[in-house]
């Protein structure tokens, strides 16, 4: 009796445990729908504004980056950049005290307000890496309110959290799970597999019952038949590989700082310069019609879909206008402007290809350079594959992501997100040992001084 007492018990507390888990799920569905929300009104506004007075960006998209730098650097500290590093860093880190600064839920409440002020601003960033980190904060919250002590456990809620973030962010399950194994954790715990899967699930059923069943770029029926067509795959494959590669080798070199007097001006007045990149973009958008602004995600759909031809400068602008929004400095995430430019090089590269159907190159275009960024090919393809709800280029599209990942690692050696992690893992393990009652601040301060 006493036997069975006592397995009854464990048996309770193990519903009531997996219980919270899907609690923690579902409202990691609930926040990426309203953050995706508040990023599309966020746009909207923006739009009207520049409908009403494109000039009007030269002071509102300065001001707005020098406010989202200031705010990053006093209130939000650890909310910079894309949110993606800080989550790889919190599944290596053994001091937990840091690990809950990092993801905690006033950081993720700050993620989702200055990466939409960052795009009512205009900064070219997106909303799906920052998305990550969000569901990593609330995961490892429910984790903590359960007094979970087995680092085993509470590294797989972070990378369940995650992997959900990314799922209900793109309505990708099969990217979510993806994404998780290969960019999160790059591996396979069998230990956490289930608490990710559940999660990755309940995450995304919760977005579809709030906004339907959609494909973050509608639904295509194009084909790459094997053959002469696949000269797109090596065009968009190499091309994408060295445009994306080089990406990621400027952003890891500036990650250790700009050299020169350049780089004592952005040690000693960071806000400051948030405001200069503030005023490269307005100057860009400006030049541009204002396609260099924000997601880049109406901009592909049209491109992916053919309704709108972008000329050549469309994705060399948007390129330059990411890497200025990234030194900047200010909250916001890599994968939608990534994906705008990688869609923007397909549309320009379909021209010279007659042989291939256009819609097909641009989504070759798109996985190209994606895949080239990220270094994941294989979390590249699924997602650009779901995205599009378009499966029968899948084997086009997996020998163009692991082509252009291949071109990428010739020029930089390093995944991006992985290095940028271990930029921040360094950051945190060289600064100063806690005092008392002022530890929080000394790491915070330490974890904020690089825009990771």
């Known amino acids: 009796m006493r036997q069975l007492r006592r397995s009854a018990r464990v048996t309770t507390a193990q519903w009531r445990r997996k219980l919270v888990y899907w609690t923690a799920a579902i409202l990691v569905g609930l926040v990426a729908v309203a953050f995706a929300t508040a990023a599309d009104e966020a746009e909207y506004l923006r739009t009207r504004m520049i409908a009403w007075d494109p000039w009007i960006m030269l002071a509102l998209t300065p001001a707005g980056l020098a406010l989202s730098s200031w705010l990053t650097r006093t209130l939000f500290r650890g909310a910079q950049g894309s949110g993606i590093p800080q989550t790889i860093a919190t599944l290596h880190l053994e001091d937990f005290t840091v690990v ?3 993801l905690s839920l006033r950081i993720a409440f700050g993620k989702i307000l200055l990466t939409t002020l960052g795009l009512l601003a205009g900064a070219s960033i997106g909303r799906e890496g920052p998305t990550v980190q969000v569901g990593a904060a609330i995961m490892h919250a429910f984790g903590r309110w359960l007094n979970l ?3 085993g456990i509470r590294r797989g809620l972070i990378l369940a959290g995650g992997a959900s973030g990314v799922s209900a962010a793109f309505n990708t399950p099969l990217g979510g799970i993806v994404f998780a194994i290969e960019e999160l954790s790059h591996s396979f715990e069998q230990r956490t597999s289930g608490t990710m899967l559940t999660g990755v699930i309940l995450s995304g059923v919760t977005a ?3 906004v ?5 770029f509608g639904h295509t029926d194009v084909v790459v038949p094997i053959g002469i067509s696949w000269i797109a795959v090596l065009a968009c494959g190499i091309l994408g590989g060295v445009s994306g590669g080089l990406f990621s080798a400027i952003l890891i070199r500036t990650s ?4 020169g007097l350049l780089g004592q001006f952005v040690a000693r007045h960071p806000v400051a310069f948030a405001a200069l990149c503030g005023v490269v973009l ?11 602004y924000g997601t880049g995600y109406l901009q592909a759909r049209e491109i992916i879909a053919g309704q709108t031809h972008y000329p050549a400068s469309f994705f060399v602008l948007k390129y330059i206008a990411t890497i200025v929004s990234y030194c900047s400095g200010i909250p916001g995430g890599l994968f939608a402007p990534s994906l705008a430019v990688g869609a923007g090089m397909g549309g320009w590269v379909a021209q010279f290809l007659p042989h291939t159907t256009p819609g097909a190159v641009v989504l070759l275009g798109t996985v190209a350079y ?6 994941a090919p294989l979390t590249a393809t699924v997602i650009v594959m779901e995205m599009s709800d378009n499966q029968q280029v899948t084997l086009a599209l997996l020998a163009t992501s692991f082509l252009a990942f291949a071109v990428s690692r010739m020029i930089c050696g390093h995944s991006l997100y992985s290095a940028l992690a271990e930029k921040f893992l360094g950051v945190v393990e060289n600064a100063p040992p806690p ?18």
């Not at 250790?256 to 050299?259: E, Q, R, T």
């Not at 307005?282 to 260099?292: C, D, F, Q, V």
């Not at 994606?370 to 270094?375: I, K, L, T, Y």
């Not at 005092?435 to 990771?452: F, L, R």
């Open 435 to 452: 005092q008392p009652e002022t530890a929080a601040p000394a790491h915070a301060a330490g974890a904020a001084s690089k825009p990771i």
């Open 282 to 292: 307005a100057i860009l958008g400006i030049a541009s019609g204002g396609i260099t």
């Open 100 to 102: 809950d600064r990092l």
């Open 256 to 259: 250790a700082g700009l050299p």
């Open 370 to 375: 994606f895949s080239a960024v990220v270094q």
């Open 208 to 210: 579809i019952a709030l």
């Open 149 to 151: 002590s087995a680092i």
């Open 212 to 216: 339907g069943n959609y494909t973050y």
